[in-house]
């Protein structure tokens, strides 16, 4: 590695990379004009709307304090400390995979969720849906009770007309649920089949592992789950598998865990993985991977044929690709990946999008047995609860079945086909033409008020259940709380047509396993209920080979022709997924990790592709509004944003799912376009389309602009290579190539903590901890779960789409995003940027009211009493990460409107509530550092606790593990380690500010032939 000073350009937008006028007149805007009181009628009717999902919680109807009259305890339970919550152990299901969580309860209320460390599918960690489950929990807008053609009835109505209608076991019922692994329901689901002779069951799920399943099926002759190990293997090719990500992979957690640890470097004697990925649009995997390559989605199918016919030229059981010549064929990426895969033979992965069609899974996994992966890095695994069949077109002759009037009675559990369902299947002209229908969801939704019966359908957190884990590990669903709304359960529900009664769920799920444990139940049913897992359980391993037919059954796709021109991509959204956390204010709000949108989706471009359709690919910052474009696929169309990526391949546009929605809850109605329109049976994923500027313009609430760079050195990236040449290329003479002023002179006087400084240095009490944080840009994806975690451990308020454009985003801890190179083809980074506790804080030091100070135990501490707002604070913080309460919220939400007293229980109890007029920032969890130095020193009469002991809310939630935080005083904590790392640093070093919070920087590990 060169000795010269790092020159390297980082960039946040396009706009930021050119610098022009604009740009640079909106970055000098810290607090934009008009910014300062919310007076317009509209944006405030928006701003309550909103607020009343996300910091109201839930309303008066959920209270489950009873009406009768009460009394306190007068015995109180021997397991139950006021003030001191307690912790159980369940699941949350995922379509048909469940991860372990574990849930804090205070006093009979769930109020944050954490992963379950003895749970395979998530090691103690989660992912953005598992956290902000607890939001959903109580979302005032979840249905309160059952409906009958629209009008309010009890469940006993539903029950006795169940009774009634189910009595005549001769009907013709089609069922259609969601996909589930739940043993009860399974079991419920076969007694409901032997009663009902004539009944017909399918499943749907817009977004699923349909087609791998049917790929396994092209390749081996089975349908097999196929799980991938990546902490076995060396290298990865990913080819649209955004892997890491929940939307796109059910077991993400797992995954993240997995390829992170296998990137961890410590020194310089060691190595990591290395990551291929070919994408159509920029991707978390993509921005963490080594090497990426953008290629439309269409394109996508016959590089991994010219790579398999590439492959068959060295290793036998390629075969049937050995005679592919296409466009790819002679493309440099080929040569080069197979050679990587060829020296890593039974040490790489290949590795498909979950929406490609069925052949693309096959060729990986043919590509993956004859590398020698099968068994070793790459498994399969049956289903024991799927059907062996193509559920996506059981699920289509279903519908025929039932326009065709085959039914008399439609069972819908869970799902919302008539919002996600294929458009040309007109599922609203199929509802209607059944004699009764029946639908169980969480809302009042679009399908439901077109159906007969509406149940309302209980939170996972409300009920019990069970289901398997990816990988086959079986887990009891214990609730946390009674039904806030009265709602039932899949199994409940779906029992009561047996029945004519609801029946309990926790005798239901019992009953299935008094079978599944054969000796001792009551022991090991406790032991599976604490301990959230049984771990004696798991799905077998299958041997595989090559089926006799599948040379003739892959021939007709290796000749398939991708799409000449202009292609949309249909993708669920990272945050919403399908469309069934549209309603969650946390999701709405968070950041998509590449683009920074809040509140809405977007057509994703690229500059070229912009440029073809009539768009000016820069943007305007005199306002936030984008140019919208008009994309007409077959007889449909919609009008979107369009939003230039960096990255993106040209040719292609990306859409995702799940908004435009329409009596989903006051937080999801109106927000985005609904895309769905444009999917249709033929065409799930990506189809051809035209696409035309409309020549207006939408408001996009993006804050990637926000806290800019300014030409400052935030992130420090380096090869593995240089790394190992140069270990310090993080420090700051080895990226400016000159020393940190004031550093000479401070050695000079005996202190070699920092350089000489104009302030008086403080440094706690020997008898103190003194804590600090480290933050691995090494694993650090950008997934934003830190964020989320966060909002849900500080009670921080979702403030809506208008009050983000006016750059007032609340979150405490961000994750910027960078480029780096070609704009057309950039290096993506990502760092997440919380409070720096600096020793030497600016903040501290123009606070006229000493509202914010240093606490002994070196946390930057914010007294909200002290403080009156004059965010001078603000003003001086150089990393950006103090905010202002522009509006009271605790008086809006807190002590006003329907049963305040429920609202302030959603509420995490250890932490205040702002209210207007004062700054907040990341505290460290101060309220879990002083819960473990108090229970600390009760027991050894220290202050200091273990190291392990405290977890911060982000560092506990990271699927990559990519947080520390500790004593700096015990020099065996893995914080001091990793500030002893070669590449830790601190952001901002020269104007000696001492950031307690510091990054250990990005590696990549590159192929030279490729770099």
Request: aromatic content about 8%; some cysteine.
């Amino acid at each position: 590695m060169s000795d010269q000073p790092n020159q390297t350009t980082y960039w946040k937008s396009l706009n930021e990379l050119a610098q022009n006028e604009e740009y640079k007149k909106f970055a000098e805007r810290e607090f934009p004009e008009n910014a300062t009181e919310l007076t317009d009628q509209v944006s405030r009717r928006s701003f309550l709307r909103v607020m009343g999902a996300s910091i109201a919680l839930a309303g008066f109807a959920s209270c489950r304090k009873p009406i009768q009259k009460i009394l306190p305890y007068s015995r109180q339970p021997e397991d139950l400390v006021l003030g001191e919550p307690l912790f159980y152990a369940t699941g949350m299901p995922f379509q048909d995979s469940i991860t372990g969580l574990l849930i804090t309860n205070n006093e009979g209320r769930p109020s944050k969720i954490e992963g379950n460390p003895d749970h395979p599918a998530s090691g103690g960690r989660t992912n953005i849906y598992h956290q902000a489950a607890i939001l959903g929990l109580y979302d005032p807008d979840r249905s309160r009770s059952p409906r009958h053609n629209g009008e309010k009835v009890s469940i006993d109505d539903f029950s006795a007309f169940a009774a009634g209608h189910f009595s005549n076991t001769g009907r013709n019922i089609l069922f259609i649920d969601e996909a589930t692994s739940s043993p009860t329901y399974h079991r419920v689901k076969r007694q409901i089949l032997e009663n009902f002779p004539n009944a017909e069951w399918v499943t749907y799920e817009p977004f699923s592992e349909n087609n791998a399943l049917e790929g396994a099926q092209l390749a081996f002759g089975q349908r097999l789950r196929t799980v991938n190990h990546f902490d076995s293997a060396d290298v990865v090719l990913s080819l649209d598998d955004d892997f890491m990500n929940p939307q796109a992979g059910k077991n993400s957690v797992e995954y993240s865990l997995e390829i992170t640890s296998k990137r961890k470097v410590e020194s310089t004697s060691d190595d990591m993985s290395r990551i291929y990925i070919v994408e159509n649009a920029f991707t978390n995997t993509g921005s963490y991977a080594d090497h990426r390559l953008r290629l439309k989605s269409s394109h996508i199918a016959p590089f991994t044929f010219a790579l398999a016919a590439r492959l068959s030229q060295s290793i036998s059981g390629l075969d049937a690709f050995s005679g592919v010549n296409n466009d790819f064929s002679n493309h440099d990426w080929i040569e080069k990946i197979a050679g990587e895969l060829l020296n890593a033979q039974g040490n790489s992965i290949v590795t498909v999008g979950a929406d490609h069609a069925p052949e693309t899974h096959a060729a990986a996994a043919a590509i993956n047995l004859a590398l020698g992966n099968a068994g070793n890095t790459v498994t399969y695994h049956e289903l024991p609860y799927r059907e062996n069949r193509d559920e996506n077109q059981a699920f289509l002759d279903a519908v025929s079945e039932l326009k065709a009037g085959v039914f008399d009675t439609v069972v819908m559990v869970g799902g919302n086909l008539a919002y996600n369902a294929p458009a040309d299947l007109d599922l609203a002209l199929a509802l209607g033409n059944v004699e009764t229908s029946i639908h169980l969801s969480d809302y009042v939704d679009e399908t439901s008020r077109l159906s007969t019966w509406h149940v309302n359908r209980a939170h996972f957190l409300e009920a019990w259940g069970d289901g398997l884990s990816f990988t086959g590990q079986r887990s009891i669903i214990q609730p946390q709380i009674l039904p806030l709304f009265g709602g039932i359960s899949e199994i409940e529900f779906l029992h009561t047509f047996l029945t004519g009664e609801v029946s309990a769920g926790y005798d239901l799920v019992q009953e299935t396993w008094n079978g599944v444990i054969t000796s001792d139940f009551d022991r090991r049913w406790e032991e599976i209920l604490h301990d959230g897992v049984d771990a004696e359980s798991g799905f077998d391993t299958e041997m595989v080979n090559l089926s006799e037919g599948f040379s003739s059954s892959i021939q007709p796709a290796l000749t398939r022709s991708p799409i000449d021109g202009i292609e949309i991509a249909i993708k669920p959204d990272v945050r919403l997924f399908d469309g069934r956390f549209a309603n969650n204010g946390w999701l709405q709000e968070l950041p998509e990790p590449m683009t920074k949108i809040t509140w809405d989706n977007v057509a994703l471009m690229s500059a070229a592709t912009a440029r073809r359709i009539g768009i000016n690919p820069e943007r305007s910052f005199r306002h936030n509004r984008v140019p919208k474009v008009r994309i007409t696929a077959g007889e449909r169309t919609i009008e979107i944003a369009a939003w230039i990526e960096p990255g993106h391949a040209d040719d292609s546009i990306t859409l995702t799912v799940g908004y435009g929605r329409e009596n989903a809850g006051r937080v999801a109605d109106g927000v985005g376009v609904d895309t769905y329109p444009l999917r249709t049976s033929e065409n799930l994923f990506y189809q051809q389309a035209t696409v035309e500027s409309t020549g207006t313009t939408y408001e996009i609430a993006c804050v990637q602009d926000h806290h800019s760079l300014e030409g400052r050195d935030m992130i420090r990236t380096a090869t593995l290579s240089e790394y190992k040449e140069k270990p310090d290329f993080a420090s700051f003479e080895s990226f400016h190539g000159f020393k940190v002023p004031g550093m000479k002179e401070a050695i000079a006087a005996g202190d070699d903590r920092g350089p000489v400084s104009l302030f008086n240095e403080m440094y706690g009490p020997e008898h103190q901890p003194q804590w600090g944080m480290t933050i691995d840009l090494n694993s650090c994806f950008g997934c934003g779960v830190c964020t989320i975690a966060c909002q849900a451990e500080n009670n921080i308020p979702v403030i809506g789409k208008r009050e983000v454009g006016r750059r007032r985003i609340m979150h405490w801890i961000r994750t910027d995003r960078y480029y780096e190179g070609d704009p057309d083809n950039p290096t993506a980074y990502h760092q997440p940027v919380p409070c720096m506790h600096c020793e030497l804080a600016p903040c501290e030091q123009v606070c006229p009211v000493a509202a914010t100070t240093h606490s002994e135990d070196g946390i930057n501490q914010m007294t909200y009493n002290r403080c009156i707002g004059t965010r001078y604070c603000a003003n001086n913080c150089p990393f950006k990460v103090r905010r202002f309460n522009f509006f009271n919220y605790s008086k809006e939400y807190l002590t006003t409107g329907d049963d305040p007293e429920i609202i302030q229980m959603a509420m995490n109890p250890q932490v205040t509530v702002r209210f207007r007029g004062v700054i907040e920032k990341c505290t460290y969890c101060v309220q879990r550092v002083n819960k473990a130095k108090i229970k600390t020193k009760i027991a050894t009469g220290s202050k200091k606790p273990a190291d392990g002991t405290v977890q911060t809310a982000c560092q506990q939630a990271c699927p990559a593990n990519a947080i520390s935080f500790g004593d700096l005083t015990d020099a065996n904590s893995i914080v001091s380690k990793n500030k002893s790392n070669d590449r830790n640093y601190v952001m901002l070093e020269e104007i000696n500010v001492r950031p307690r919070t510091s990054y250990l920087a990005r590696l990549t590990n590159k192929n030279p032939e490729l770099s």
